[in-house]
């Protein structure tokens, strides 16, 4: 049984700051590729950021520069820090994780909440 645990989430002022977390059970995370998706009300789940198991990262536009994705294998986490946080940044925050390798499987967490707001 895999489960993705998120947390970190929070209110925050534009401008700041939020590291959020994820932490894998189960014995996938040293194959796998996660991720950090979000989806803001009305709008479809967009990836924000990736990495590879090999350390290989992936940015959205709109993350680049102000977001940086990091995963420990000793912690089974990947963790997500966000800066200049901006109100369009609002969205519920949801860890993935997946493998193109055969046999493939994608997983999700429960999502955490992010608001951006003065």
């Known amino acids: 049984q895999v489960q993705l645990v998120e947390s970190g989430g929070g209110l925050v002022q534009p401008g700041g700051s939020l590291r959020l977390s994820c932490a894998a059970s189960?014995?996938?995370?040293?194959?796998?590729?996660m991720g950090w998706y979000r989806q803001a009300p009305g709008k479809e789940r967009e990836l924000v950021a990736r990495i590879t198991s090999s350390g290989s990262t992936y940015y959205a536009d709109s993350a680049k520069g102000r977001f940086s994705i990091s995963r420990d294998s000793a912690k089974n986490s990947v963790y997500l820090q966000m800066n200049s946080l901006k109100p369009e940044d609002t969205a519920v925050y949801y860890c993935?994780?997946?493998?193109?390798?055969?046999?493939?499987?994608?997983?999700w967490g429960q999502g955490t909440q992010v608001t951006v707001s003065s």
């Open positions: 993935n994780a997946d493998t193109v390798a055969s046999p493939t499987y994608t997983y």
């Open positions: 189960g014995s996938i995370f040293s194959r796998s590729r």
